[in-house]
């Protein structure tokens, strides 16, 4: 299934808009939310493609709505998630969250046309269920 | 300390006796005939005649030194045997020929288990007594100083160390030295390899520490290792506690890792703009302008590799770098830098000649850190180069490794700097003053590739330029010592401490 909807969860209000607009002139429908709780709402609500989280949100942490997410039971079972971060976590943290994740990315080695293309990639690997 | 005088030498001991005993013994014999003489003159059996006298005396002294002669010769063969073997075993330098104890005299005169005695207590109390002395006084000296000296058996087992060595029980009991050695290049490692392959051997490592940074009396070594094979004390390595002068450094990387991961924000905001600004704005750039993008995005990109190399040599010095083995192309990681390494020599005016065919075989590695082993070498070659200069990039297959080459026709390095190319925050004196670097992204490209299974080394001459190589596995001759995994796409990682970890599907940026 080739992505087309995204909902990312991003605080910071630079990078944030870099991305959204980066998206959005590729062609994606972006939904922008700024706090973890509002972020995990709107992932309820609204079936989505692709699901970019970072770790340190506001209101609740990216690891957490992924618990919430994939946790007990996988909520999304069609979406693909990308985590999207700086913080420099321990590997026992990043590795559980690696093992519910389809990327694992640090914003700073990235560019936006290198998230694009990634995105692509997705699109060419199997349906995940 | 009160100390024994010799003035004569064991050596000398055979000539000297020897040379007063044939004085006794003619003294003696010329004695005892005029003795003999005069009783027999006394008692009338020779008449008072000069001639008859004369005679009698020359004949008496003949017999009696004849008799004393063999008495003597019986006597001394065994004593001048003795004195040889003393001589032979004693420190001293002599040209003696040991008396064997299987020879016929030996034998014959019963002195052979003597001569086998004095051999063993030669051979097993060398050097002497003074010399014990001396070695005591050397063990003190060694037990108040802050380096220290390790002996360990062929088993790696350590049968002397000084106060201050580092050292532990292990769970087994036994005793081993605490350092925090890279799996690639251990003392345990080299120990078991020149046990097997060496009579001799030696080896120098810099920079090791006893434990993990932020543990507390964590000291830093230089060390020196020597093995002799069969000897009492087969490997002694000398600790040389560096830490006064390596831990300020080490403190230094721990802020500066610190500042990197802040200046990552910053940095994804600039480079992320500029390549936003850069697409939106194609087109209507002229070429002066886009000039100028492309040395902003090229420093930028720089500035994210430094980081990217701190932080990672701060983690590999705390054990906490990981390094994901999956199967990879060389190809495909070149092609994640490829852009930004055209785009770094086209701004230097440097030619980026790439020779990595499609048909290599797959090497175990990780996407994320080799491209960062690339970046890294690819950019040392660019910045040492001459104007107009070609860095060719060539990977070739070979048994069961791929190597790549980065060969530049730059300014090359004297061997006293290749010799320390890879050491942390090394940076030549001409480099310091040339060009900026942080002496961290060729240390960092080591440890990489050595936590990969793969070699790294450089060939360098001054004013011709350098090649750097670096091997890995391919990921057919590793595939089989991978865990199998239960997830469907299968990943391997691999700590530097040498663990295998099951890992599951991602991709890394």
Not at chain 2, 113 to 126: F, M
Not at chain 2, 223 to 230: L, N, Q, T
């Amino acid at each position: 299934m080739k992505i087309q909807s995204i909902l990312f969860v991003e605080d910071d209000r630079y990078i944030g808009e870099m991305y959204v607009r980066s998206l959005r002139k590729a062609g994606y429908d972006v939904d922008w939310m700024v706090d973890g709780a509002d972020g995990l709402v709107a992932a309820r609500n609204k079936s989505y493609d692709l699901i970019m989280l970072d770790i340190m949100l506001p209101e609740m942490r990216g690891s957490d709505i992924l618990k919430a997410l994939r946790g007990k039971e996988d909520l999304v079972p069609n979406t693909r998630i990308i985590v999207l971060t700086n913080f420099d976590q321990d590997d026992e943290s990043r590795l559980a969250m690696e093992h519910d994740v389809d990327a694992y990315l640090i914003k700073a080695e990235i560019t936006p046309r290198k998230l694009i293309e990634m995105i692509g990639e997705l699109d060419k690997l199997p349906p995940r269920k | 300390m009160a100390t024994i005088k010799h003035d004569q030498m064991v050596k000398d001991y055979w000539n000297s006796y020897q040379s007063r005993a044939w004085i006794n013994l003619i003294i003696w014999s010329l004695g005892i005939s005029f003795v003999v003489m005069v009783i027999l003159f006394l008692s009338a059996i020779i008449k008072f005649d000069l001639i008859a006298l004369g005679v009698s005396f020359l004949i008496l002294a003949v017999v009696f030194l004849s008799l004393k002669l063999l008495v003597f010769e019986i006597l001394l063969v065994p004593l001048h045997q003795l004195a040889d073997a003393l001589t032979h075993v004693s420190d001293e330098p002599n040209a003696v020929e040991p008396p064997h104890p299987n020879s016929k005299h030996a034998r014959a005169n019963g002195l052979a288990p003597l001569l086998e005695l004095i051999y063993k207590l030669g051979a097993n109390y060398d050097p002497g007594v003074k010399q014990s002395a001396k070695q005591s006084e050397v063990e003190k000296g060694l037990h108040h100083s802050r380096s220290s000296v390790v002996i360990c058996s062929e088993n790696g087992e350590v049968t002397f160390a000084s106060h201050a060595a580092p050292i532990m029980t292990d769970p087994k009991g036994r005793i081993r030295l605490k350092l925090q050695f890279s799996d690639s290049d251990s003392l345990e490692k080299w120990a078991s390899q020149v046990s097997a392959d060496d009579v001799r051997a030696e080896k120098n490592w810099h920079r090791i520490a006893s434990d993990p940074v932020g543990v507390e009396d964590r000291r830093i070594f230089d060390i020196a290792a020597s093995y002799e094979k069969g000897s009492e004390a087969p490997f002694v390595i000398m600790l040389i506690d560096q830490t006064d002068s390596y831990q300020p450094e080490d403190d230094q990387l721990d802020f500066i890792a610190f500042a990197a991961h802040e200046l990552r924000g910053p940095v994804t905001v600039i480079r992320g703009y500029l390549d936003v600004l850069l697409q939106e704005l194609d087109g209507n750039l002229s070429n002066d302008h886009r000039q100028l993008f492309d040395r902003l995005a090229v420093s930028a990109n720089r500035l994210s590799g430094y980081i990217a190399n701190i932080l990672n040599a701060s983690r590999y010095d705390q054990r906490h770098m990981r390094i994901q083995l999956v199967e990879l192309s060389v190809g495909s990681v070149y092609g994640l830098i490829k852009d930004d390494m055209e785009l770094r020599a086209s701004i230097q005016n440097r030619l980026l000649a790439v020779d990595i065919a499609d048909n290599l075989p797959t090497v175990a590695a990780d996407a994320s850190t080799l491209s960062e082993v690339l970046s890294n070498l690819i950019d040392n070659a660019l910045k040492y180069s001459h104007d107009g200069g070609t860095v060719t990039v060539k990977a070739t297959a070979s048994d069961q490794f791929v190597q790549v080459d980065i060969i530049d026709q730059g300014i090359g390095m004297p061997p006293s700097v290749v010799a320390n190319l890879f050491h942390k925050f090394y940076r030549s004196h001409r480099s310091r003053e040339t060009v900026s670097g942080s002496g961290i992204g060729l240390y960092i490209s080591k440890a990489i590739i050595e936590s990969c299974g793969g070699t790294i080394d450089v060939r360098s001459k001054e004013g011709i330029g350098t090649t750097i190589s670096f091997t890995l596995p391919t990921y057919s001759s590793v595939a089989d010592k991978l865990v199998e995994s239960n997830h469907s796409n299968q990943e391997i990682l691999l700590t530097n401490r040498g663990g295998w970890i099951q890992n599951h599907n991602k991709y890394r940026g």
